[in-house]
């Protein structure tokens, strides 16, 4: 067992794509953590396959590493915007931070989010500047920027004394400067060691301050989180304290009460990819304790002796901004490829999602097989759907809307975002124009390097709503762009999403390419040829601002009379094809998205064209 002296305690923050998780496949292997046969991973830490497809991080997790006579717990923070919720909490179980910069770009807008959240809890700051071997990299100027960027968010005086390594996670290679020689990753680790403060340990009994959560199966729930003061074992009595829910405005916070008594079933620490068994883990480690019924980020984790009790202050998660409708799939295709089709196991899933994912919030819907799921942003929503799917769940989903709220004048407030864009200065004049109209101001604008232009804008959460894919196509993929939350402001009105309308199908059967031939002059298809359809799909975008329903299964008649185009060839334009958020962007609110595990189909909410009539007749009279 490590002394707290012999412990560090360190999150690791960096922008996406900035070379973090590849940093901590560095480390492990560079400590030895890996067993044989573990070493050739790639992106270890990224555990999930969408981690490992999307190239982000979703989850923070927590591993460990012994170097020397020193153990280093470190924790992988996610670096999007939407995952912030994870981020905000994990500070909670560190004294120091492992900012890791790209030395091209130079800190980012979610570098900036968190290193802010670090600052404020007063935490030790140690820079990584990471890929000096990128050409055009400038790592003396990347570490003047976070010298100004901690200056700019109030950083003491000993924060603003940070020391500083480069390195090449990629290439394997760390040094004190970047004109000094290569030298191994160790030197990281070393870094870490010698600038990295050891934890501080508060007197009394046991106590532990739950910053994350898990729900296992065969555990059930799993509270993660530094032990701050004491001694905890396997068979340990612990009381679990729980603050009320937040007051109103004027009223005053009650004391915190007991939510249950429990012994300690399972202590895990931590070990390179895996958890193992542990019989005690004292004061600064990072631990994983299970044998509790009911868990809450926030909760505190004490000795059952009211007299040695130690209660750590309430713990608030950002609200999510960001709304959809889940329903279950009333399509006509309903179980044809799904395994979990109805709403109760709709249900069970989504209540099991929100015993792990603090930042979402599920509630019933107006009927009983619909549910309001809150989350922090598009992507969060996004990854719930994938993952649910990937599972076998079949459901509908509503387009993303942000969440309203009332201020102290009864004036109507949207969620607002500080956004940042890098591009090509051919491209910054089309960005500025189409986000002005989407309601964003431009704060800044200035270079960005050789030809390109760094924008930083702030706009409303449900204009940047789709906008990623725009804004790639618009800069022919040169373009990066990065948002973060920046507090509610004015609501600016209704807003068209769509400038044109659909083309419907009238009624069920398969898709012939004599009917879309036809069509495609009508506007832009979805659906290819030889595809199943049913009434109230959508089939593609309507050249027009109207709604047009039209027949795709009308195949050609053979007769014994030659025409004068019998021979004639038809060239159909390859469907467009669109990915998961893509598709929850382009749907308006009378419109669906159906999700199952093969499959993404368009359609209206209400599948009968006559009834669509008659409520757009009744909304026009």
Same mark, same amino acid.
């Given at each position: ?13 960096? +922008?996406?794509? %900035? ?55 470190? /924790?992988?923070?996610?670096? %999007? ?17 492992? /900012? ?26 140690? &820079? ?20 100004? &960027? ?10 603003? $004394? ?16 970047? $004109? ?68 109103? +405005? ?46 809450? /980020? ?80 598009? &992507? %969060? ?25 009332? $201020? ?133 975008? +309507?050249?027009?601002?109207?709604? &047009? ?59 009968? %064209? ?12």
């Amino acid at each position: 067992m490590a002394a707290p002296q012999q412990i560090r305690n360190l999150a690791i923050i960096a +922008h996406v794509d %900035h070379g973090k998780t590849t940093l901590v496949d560095a480390l492990l292997t560079s400590a030895g953590a890996l067993d044989r046969g573990e070493g050739q991973i790639e992106r270890a830490m990224d555990s999930g396959d969408l981690e490992k497809e999307r190239g982000i991080t979703i989850t923070s997790k927590p591993t460990s590493v012994t170097y020397g006579d020193v153990r280093i717990n470190l /924790v992988d923070t996610p670096g %999007h915007a939407d995952f912030g919720g994870e981020v905000e909490r994990v500070l909670n179980m560190v004294d120091a931070v492992l /900012v890791v910069v790209d030395a091209f770009e130079g800190p980012m807008p979610q570098t900036r989010f968190v290193t802010e959240k670090a600052v404020a809890l007063g935490l030790k700051i140690l &820079l990584v500047v990471n890929k000096i071997d990128r050409p055009g990299a400038e790592p003396h100027k990347t570490v003047d920027a976070t010298f100004d &960027l901690l200056a700019g968010i109030g950083a003491s005086e000993e924060q603003l $004394d940070f020391p500083v390594i480069f390195c090449s996670a990629r290439e394997r290679y760390a040094m004190s400067d970047p $004109d000094d020689e290569k030298g191994p990753m160790s030197r990281i680790l070393d870094f870490i060691v010698q600038y990295a403060p050891p934890p501080v340990v508060h007197e009394g009994g046991a106590a532990l301050w739950v910053s994350t959560l898990d729900y296992d199966p065969f555990l059930g729930f799993v509270a993660i989180g530094r032990i701050r003061s004491g001694r905890i074992s396997v068979g340990d009595r612990l009381a679990q304290l729980r603050h009320p829910p937040r007051p109103a +405005h004027g009223e005053t916070a009650g004391p915190p009460v007991v939510a249950e008594v429990f012994r300690v079933r399972r202590l895990l620490g931590f070990q390179g990819l895996r958890r193992f068994e542990r019989e005690y883990a004292e004061a600064g480690d990072l631990v994983a304790i299970a044998g509790m019924e009911t868990l809450q /980020v926030g909760d505190t984790l004490t000795t059952e002796d009211p007299t040695t009790r130690h209660v750590f202050p309430r713990l608030d998660v950002d609200p999510p901004t960001m709304t959809m409708r889940f329903r279950v799939n009333d399509g006509p295709f309903a179980g044809r490829e799904g395994k979990w089709v109805t709403s109760r196991k709709l249900a069970e899933r989504l209540e099991r999602e929100v015993r792990s994912n603090v930042a979402l919030r599920v509630s019933p819907g107006e009927t009983a097989e619909e549910f309001e799921v809150a989350g922090r942003g598009e &992507l %969060h929503l996004g990854v719930l759907i994938e993952t649910m799917r990937r599972e076998g769940y079949e459901l509908c989903v509503s387009r993303p809307k942000v969440i309203l709220r009332r $201020d102290e004048n009864d004036e109507l407030e949207e969620p607002y975002e500080n956004l940042i864009i890098q591009c090509d200065q051919d491209y910054s004049g089309s960005i500025i124009e189409k986000l002005s109209q989407r309601g964003g101001e431009l704060r800044a604008m200035d270079s960005a390097g050789p030809g390109r232009t760094r924008l930083e804008m702030r706009t409303p959460t449900r204009s940047l709503i789709g906008y990623r894919s725009e804004m790639l196509t618009d800069t022919r993929g040169t373009g990066i762009m990065a948002a973060t939350f920046a507090g509610y402001g004015p609501y600016l009105g209704p807003r068209k999403t769509r400038p044109r309308g659909v083309l419907i199908v009238m009624e069920p059967g398969e898709t012939f390419a004599y009917s879309l031939g036809r069509l495609q002059d009508r506007g832009v298809l979805f659906i290819g040829d030889h595809v199943q359809v049913y009434a109230g799909q959508i089939l593609g975008e +309507h050249s027009r601002e109207n709604d &047009l329903v039209v027949n795709p299964c009308i195949a050609k008649k053979f007769t014994n009379i030659r025409s004068a185009g019998a021979d004639e060839k038809i060239f159909l334009t390859p469907p467009l094809e669109r990915s998961l958020e893509q598709a929850l962007a382009y749907i308006e609110d009378d419109e669906l998205l159906e999700v199952t595990p093969k499959s993404l189909r368009l359609r209206k909410r209400d599948l009968d %064209h006559n009834r669509r009539k008659r409520e757009a007749k009744a909304l026009a009279g």
